[in-house]
């Protein structure tokens, strides 16, 4: 077997011409002292681009201009908070600081796309909680009228398209992870397109409205939701143009032809069509990458989902493929998110295994990292922006010391890779 590739780049005294046996050094290993360096603190200097999510905590008149000032890049509005009002307020508000500050800053619209949830708890069981135990056979269905609510050994979802689709494309032995993975339960039986019964693999208190997640499924059904569709038309129409709209859950190149399609529908000029970015959340879309990066202008590894459906264990793997193809497609800002710098909610520093994943991701080739939480919600937005410029500026400082991600993956190793069986 051959020894290891090395990360680290190495210089050969081999001239042209010549054929070496074994390489040689024309200078010494790097040493561990080298890290011992004066950190990089010019911020000009920074190539990468950090994104930051708005939110209670962010999206007002006083923070905005802060985050700015403290390094953001892009920022991104949630389409989630857009029926509050807020998006109208929020718009024009970055537009007006970046511009009074002198310094560019874009914008992302992220579509909210298909949510999977169980309705509410039925009011008569006590504590609004409901024990799943294992090896207990349970029911799980489409609500059959407002009355049918989730309860000891049934488990409801509202009538929507979406989940609908969930449940008619249900097969024995099918996996359904509820509550971002914390709880499993398996499809057993098939009672109709509308309801199965499941075994409970891994129980706990379930309440209501949990998110829901079928990793081994491809749900037959419209990527964009009817509010997805309202909302895109709205970002559309915003002026000046938003530079980049985010598609969530797209499982094959045709979900982005949706997009496309109500770009054409509403003639949006070419030059204001913002570039599309699906977030990869899925593993379906791994085996489908080329066709979604054939119709799109940018990419987001969200990790959030995919690591409840793919699994975290081989999360890092994937992101790392998909990191370097967008990189060789063209695909630009090429955004890795979720969690990065997720202490910062609470705590004004990073954790050293987050300042890790950002460093990390730099040296990946992503030329953006995204913070979420952090900056919508957390009591150290600008902090937080500040912290993940400067991880990002010190790894973009030593990055030369290491191989390109070409040189380190596997030839031709496609993303969908990633999705193999786990060990």
Known sequence: MGGATSLFKRKSSVTRGETAEEPK??????????????QETDDSKRKTLITATLGPASWTEEMIPEMIKAGVNIFRMN?????????????????????ELGKKV????????????????????????????????????IQKDDKDLTKPGRITMTETTEQVALLKGCRVGLTILLEDGIKEIKCVEVISEREIKCEVIRGGMHKARKGINVPDLEIDCAALTAKDIEDAEFLLQLDPPIEYICISFPQKGADIQELIDIMDRMKIEPSKRPKICPKIEKPQALDNLDDIMDLSQSLMVARGDLGVELGIERTIFAQKLMVKEAVERGLHPVIVATQMMESMIEAPVPTRAEASDVFNAVLDGAHSVMLSGEAATGKYPAETVRAQAAIAL????????????????????????????QE
């Open 79 to 99: 389409c989630s908070h857009r029926r509050s009002g807020q998006l109208e307020e929020v718009y024009p508000r970055i537009r007006k600081y970046a511009k």
């Open 106 to 141: 874009e914008v992302l619209g992220d579509l909210q796309g298909p949510k999977f949830r169980n309705g509410e708890i039925d009011p008569s069981v006590e504590g609004g909680a409901i024990e799943l135990k294992k090896g207990e056979i349970i029911e799980f269905a």
């Open 394 to 421: 010190e790894a973009e400082s030593v990055k030369h010391h290491f191989k390109e991600p070409k040189d380190v993956i596997e030839a031709g190793l496609k993303t969908k890779a990633a999705n193999k069986d």
């Open 25 to 38: 050094m024309s200078s010494p290993p790097l040493k561990t002292k080298l890290a011992n360096k004066d």
